[in-house]
């Protein structure tokens, strides 16, 4: 029979064991197919907890043992429910922030190795692979993830590693500013009509009904009214702008939750508050761009990303570009960093998914084949090559590659 | 919860060290092992829809995404939706002043009351299919992206592979590549993926045209500051997530879902690779080919009843061990020392390593899963009945049996305290130890196993040890 196959058949063991792409994030986890357009399933990154039985965040464990349960269970489920394929023999892209603990990756690639004996696993910067998406080869990728923001320069190709800047500006600061808003101002109506403070009813809101409170009702304001009510707070006289209509929200069956106007419009405000050391989002793309090389500036600016599941709140990247713009034009920086446009990319998928796309473009090339980290290797040291390991990072290792 | 095995009471230390029980762990006939979920490899084996219980070759499966081609699901709630046959007047094609009445057909959700109409989609003259398939918007750009890095990779790959002939140590390889190979071939090769790389170099990849940035990006709706929002017509993250490619933020765009096929898994030994469970081709039968569940190997050890506990008090706790063999079987029950069995779980490791080769090729590595490490803490001491018994074979007919036919068994009534079938009771006697506000005792079951498979050249009887972990009872203080 092979006799007979001939080049067709080669093609399509080829095509048969189509590398998978994951992007394991901190609230969602995209899967799908190398050379496919999209995902095959956006998750929940949450797994059944082997005591309890209950529902938690797969980045929620005590240590690397339950780590590694966790991803044994949770990479189980996407192989024979969302992905449909043998995991043995094929090859992986894992799409990985620079900045993702060094527990989590060894832990990742111990199970992938060991459990469930993948043929090679190719680690990818998710910033790096994000510009893919667009095919440039410079730009300035600002990543809003759930846990975080992390930005990361990146110049022709090469990530100006330096200059990297992470806040702990993300989804769940929204969340976490929603719930004490609400708290605070929202009134809930019960099943007999009386009205109640909602903090009189409940301790705290349940995560999944902060999600989709942020998702379906949240939007970011615009620079104009924030620091109108910026200015509302300190002195009283000026007025600050009409509020928007407030929302009717049924929680748990039987409390209609009114979320007033100020509370949608206020909740991402904690994105652009100055921390207690002076950073913002905007000062986060500033202070990236004062630490790259002078030449790459310019460049830089003219090519900013943003990308993941926050950045797909409504206004927000039209926030972040004006607040960014302030910022430069502000005593701070107006001297030092003298720039005079930024500007930004819309990356040809939804922005949650950006940088899987990114793996699943560059998975679907023969670079998975050269670069990825074989399981004989592994299986032989048990250990990941990785950017903070010096065993591997060395002035030698790299005269090699360049030799 | 009440459960038939006493599954959160009595488990089975698996060969990988974790506890599970007796339903949920494999009894590998080969290396004569248990084996649980956590230490076997898992494959897929058929692919089916669930709701047309058709079944689906891989190719297809592929090709369709792992979507059922007929069922669909609601976009709004997840339910299966069913088609709705409705007539309609339509202009007659040959008198068009007259109207006749045509089939149309419609999907409507059953559970949430959401149908096709309420999101415009026409209504299809056919009964199955003919619904139009979204298509990613980008699609141009990302196939010319896709061409793009293709080609810049096979470059690379071209480049890595003419290094490898060529002198290794040489520093001025670049140069001496450039000047001293004639061949246009050895030129055109020169491109790497290097971040550097001459602009003019880009020529010979495929054409790709990167996507320009805009100073403006679109801001908020105008109306958002005035506009009430409708809950009911903004979508969730679920309704958004089941189609990840398009993430609809309203409902009217929703958009009827393909059904997600199923897969049926089949369960195989890591050391022996042999099967350990394969379920049936068809997908409506729920039974296996091959199913070797411990319940089917193993003695299973249950409490007959519950007893009440007290601190430094003797109690005793009645087991009933079951055959479930058709052989007769010696059993007899050896204290548990965990830290001994973590020795001997691991010197057991390595001789089944060794083993294997006896069962199959030489060439097949083993891939270690890390071990695992479960608190294997007692608290209670136990006295454990001495002796050997024997379980008498299992024998289906027994139960329909008047009065006890099986042959007589000198049982020492020390050790067995009433015997029915395949079935002996055996007591046991636990003192919880002080501080103790839970009482789980551990005792290695041993017994002799006659082997099944055909091929087994060695003496058909084997003696195995398996540490059973009973969790008996909260201790009530005195």
Known sequence: ?403 | MAHLFQGDRIRLLCSCGLLKPITAIYFCRHCLKLRCGNCVSHEVDTLFCPNCLENMPSTEARLKKNRCANCFDCPSCGHTLSTRATSIQTPSPEDPSKTVARKVYYLACTSCRWTTRDVGLKDQTVATGGWVEQDNEHYKHLQSLLEHYRSVAQQEKLEREKKRFSHRKSSYLSLSDKYSLPSILGRKSLTPLSPFAHKGDVSQTSEMTPLEATAEVEGLPEDIFTEEVVLSSVTTMEQRLSSPEWQPEKTADLYPLHKHILVKRSLRCRHCEHNLSKPEYNPSSIKFKIQLGAFYHVPEVRMVRQVELKTGVETGVQLSLCNPTPHDMTVALLPFVPEASEVSLQKAGEESVEGSSLNTSSLVRVVEIPPERTDLKLTADVALPQGQLILAARDDTAEYDDQDSSPNYKDDPQVVAWRRANKVGVNLLVTPKPDATYVRVGFVLRYDYTNTVATATESRTVTLNIPVMVDVGPVTQS
């Open chain 1, 1 to 403: 029979m092979p006799l007979f196959e001939g080049l067709g058949g080669i093609g399509l063991i080829n095509e048969k064991n189509t590398t998978v792409v994951l992007d394991i994030g901190t609230a969602y986890t995209k899967a799908g197919f190398a050379g496919e357009y999209g995902p095959r399933i956006i998750t929940r990154s949450e797994v059944k907890c082997r005591e309890t039985g209950k529902n938690i965040p797969l980045f929620q464990y005590k240590n690397e043992n339950e780590l590694r349960h966790h991803l044994v269970d949770f990479i189980h489920k996407l192989y024979f429910r969302c992905l449909l394929v043998n995991p043995k023999d094929r090859r992986v892209v894992v799409v990985e922030n620079l900045l993702c603990p060094t527990v989590v990756r060894n832990t990742l690639a111990k199970v992938l190795f060991r459990h469930y004996e993948v043929l090679s696993v190719l680690f990818v910067p998710s910033h790096l692979v994000a510009l893919m998406t667009l095919g440039i080869t410079t730009g300035l990728v600002l990543d809003l993830g759930h846990k975080e923001a992390t930005l990361m320069p990146i110049y022709e190709g090469v990530v100006v590693f330096h200059a990297w800047q992470a806040l702990p500006f993300g989804g769940s600061l929204i969340e976490k500013s929603l719930s004490e808003l609400l708290l605070d101002r929202a009134v809930a109506t019960t099943e007999d009509g009386t009205e109640h403070r909602l903090s009189s009813i409940m301790q705290d809101i349940p995560n999944r009904y902060l999600e989709d409170i942020k998702v379906r009702t949240c939007f970011v304001s615009t620079l104009e009214r924030s620091s109108c009510l910026q200015n509302n707070k300190y002195d009283r006289s000026i007025e600050p702008p009409p509020p928007p209509p407030s929302v009717h929200y049924p929680l748990e069956g039987h409390h209609i939750l009114t979320i007033p106007g100020t509370v949608r419009e206020l909740a991402a405000e904690s994105l652009f508050e100055r921390d207690q050391d002076a950073l913002t989002l905007a000062t986060l793309v500033l202070n990236a761009l004062l630490k790259c090389p002078i030449d790459t500036r310019h460049k830089l600016a003219e090519n900013l990303v943003i990308i993941g599941g926050t950045a797909s709140m409504k206004g927000m990247k039209h926030r972040i570009l004006a607040e960014v713009r302030a910022a430069a034009a502000s005593e701070q920086y107006c001297q030092i960093l003298p720039i005079p446009s930024f500007m930004l990319h819309h990356p040809p998928a939804k922005d949650n998914y950006v940088s899987w796309l990114g793996g699943a473009i560059l998975g679907a090339t023969e670079a998975v084949m050269l670069r990825s980290y074989h399981r004989d290797q592994y299986l032989a040291s048990d250990v990941v090559p990785d950017w903070c390991n010096l065993s591997f990072n060395t002035c030698e290792d790299r005269d090699e590659k360049f030799a």
